[in-house]
């Protein structure tokens, strides 16, 4: 039966899908013929250089506060739906990356009560300061695009269509609730027990998906930290990362989103690649002899943190700068100078240590390069040896089978 029915959910997928968002607003989008609609659906998929391109071939963002400006034949929009439609065009410029281009149109708007007022303050400072971000994070940001540019971790995946399996979850909470609300006073307890749980999740479930970028590299950690349990090293090395690939072209697509410059996703996403390279390196696949190919590849993305670290002027104060930090720092220890090649084992002595390192060495650009650069000259004197061991091996074996023709 349960064979059954995940065979039926794999293939509706994207039907199951529109009930956590996705897949509801792509039907959507669809079936209407509006123009107006379908740039708002474009804004709830995350799609804003879509919902930017109808603004501007439209005038929507020129028009916003021309009342006699009509969308349809028959419908004249009151001023509060403008008001919202312009914020989303606002909010659509600078999660694409052109905050300069919003400012203008904000200066353009002229708020007539506090509210708006304090919308437009508040919308002008985060404009300001995503420009200042782009402004020093523009070398750092740039290091990263051109490494995550030329690869790849997954086939087919179309970054709209996603499911967030922790949705899962929650409606599967809120249904449990449900039914013990029914029920008898008896099981008043469990009613608050439940209740609490619930509230409790649906708190974790919103934080961990602030943007879509947040979103697939949570996701990519939930999934590789199941596959370590359910297949070998190997396999699980090598398996294909469907959230690590849509957060990468995500990045490649959106790499000024202001969230993400706040909370210097880059460099997550840039240490959730560097962990799958060094595990793809050191778990070599027993039916393949081309796997040095990721060990050049962890190389490469290594020395690009360490140049990001050397060019990073703004990131250095972001939020989450030191999770980071400590992530890379604990992917060398575990895979470069292979200290522990149980990662169980690595986080557990992590928290024995209260968060800190097991020799609480400081991350650097000099100390990622020389760990880099020793490990990568002993794997790659490794490689040149069995090459020089299989050259011999052949060359013994023609040379046995023509003595035999002899």
């Given at each position: ?331 060398i220890q575990e895979h470069v100078e292979q200290i522990s090649s149980d990662s169980f084992f690595g986080w557990y002595t992590w928290l024995l240590n209260g968060g800190s390192t097991i020799d609480s060495v400081e991350l650097d650009s000099e100390y990622i390069r020389n760990a880099l650069d020793q490990w990568f000259d002993e794997i790659t004197q490794d490689e040149s040896e069995q090459k020089e061991q299989r050259l011999f091996d052949m060359e013994e074996a023609e040379y046995i089978a023509f003595g035999n023709e002899l």
């Amino acid at each position: 039966m349960l064979i059954l029915v995940s065979l039926v959910s794999y293939l509706y997928k994207i039907q199951i899908a529109s009930l956590f968002w996705t897949g509801f607003y792509l039907k959507a989008l669809k079936r209407t013929s509006d123009t107006k609609k379908k740039a708002r659906l474009y804004s709830f998929l995350g799609e804003w250089d879509k919902r930017v391109e109808i603004d501007e071939e439209n005038g929507f963002m020129e028009g916003a506060f021309d009342y006699t400006y009509t969308y349809s034949k028959d419908e004249k929009l009151p001023p509060v739906d403008e008001l919202l439609n312009f914020l989303d065009g606002i909010d659509a410029l600078s999660n694409a990356g052109n905050p300069e281009k919003a400012l203008a149109y904000m200066g353009k708007y002229d708020p007539t009560t506090h509210l708006e007022k304090a919308t437009k303050q508040r919308y002008m400072e985060l404009l300001t300061q995503q420009q200042s971000l782009i402004h020093d994070q523009q070398e750092y940001l740039e290091l990263a695009l051109r490494q995550v540019e030329k690869m790849k971790f997954a086939d087919d995946v179309d970054p709209l269509i996603y499911i967030r399996y922790s949705s899962y979850i929650i409606m599967g909470q809120l249904c449990h609730l449900i039914y013990l609300w029914h029920q008898q006073k008896e099981r008043r307890m469990r009613r608050v027990f439940f209740s609490i749980v619930f509230l409790f999740t649906s708190v974790l479930y919103w934080i961990s998906g602030t943007t879509r970028l947040t979103r697939s590299l949570t996701a990519s950690t939930l999934m590789s930290f199941g596959e370590d349990f359910f297949l070998t090293a190997s396999e699980a090395a090598h398996r294909p990362s469907s959230h690590l690939e849509r957060a990468r072209q995500l990045f490649v697509k959106y790499p000024y989103h202001y969230d993400d410059l706040v909370t210097n996703q880059v460099l997550g996403l840039m240490t959730h690649i560097f962990w799958k390279e060094l595990r793809r390196c050191n778990y070599p696949r027993p039916d393949n002899s081309n796997d040095f190919q990721y060990c050049k590849s962890a190389y490469l993305v290594g020395q690009t943190i360490a140049d990001m670290l050397d060019a990073d002027q703004s990131a250095k104060d972001s939020l989450e700068n030191s999770f980071w930090n400590q992530e890379i720092l604990m992917a060398i220890q575990e895979h470069v100078e292979q200290i522990s090649s149980d990662s169980f084992f690595g986080w557990y002595t992590w928290l024995l240590n209260g968060g800190s390192t097991i020799d609480s060495v400081e991350l650097d650009s000099e100390y990622i390069r020389n760990a880099l650069d020793q490990w990568f000259d002993e794997i790659t004197q490794d490689e040149s040896e069995q090459k020089e061991q299989r050259l011999f091996d052949m060359e013994e074996a023609e040379y046995i089978a023509f003595g035999n023709e002899l």
